[in-house]
């Protein structure tokens, strides 16, 4: 992941996407707040396995629609 929060951080990106994360919820959540995002989705890995994460700042509007152990749907608003 450290290679991901250098990344982030030098590009300041509004959204971002991350699978296979193979993280949990709170592991999740502690890496979108520590990159200083104001949402996320978070789909938490089952054991090793899997794991989503959206992120997004508040220039950005995203309404969820579903979400599953392997897809997030989104919308997207201005």
């Known amino acids: ?3 991901v929060c250098a990344f ?5 990106p509004d959204v ?5 994360t193979k993280l949990n919820l709170v592991a999740s959540n502690n890496l979108w707040r520590q990159l200083r ?3 996320a989705i978070v789909v938490p890995a089952v054991g090793l396995a899997g794991g989503l994460c959206l992120m997004w700042k508040l220039v950005v509007g995203i309404n ?6 392997s897809v997030i749907v989104v919308e997207f608003f201005e």
């Open 1 to 3: 992941m450290g290679q």
């Open 37 to 39: 995002f104001s949402n």
């Open 64 to 69: 969820l629609v579903s979400a599953t152990t």
């Open 8 to 12: 982030v951080r030098a590009e300041d």
């Open 16 to 20: 971002v996407f991350l699978m296979e």
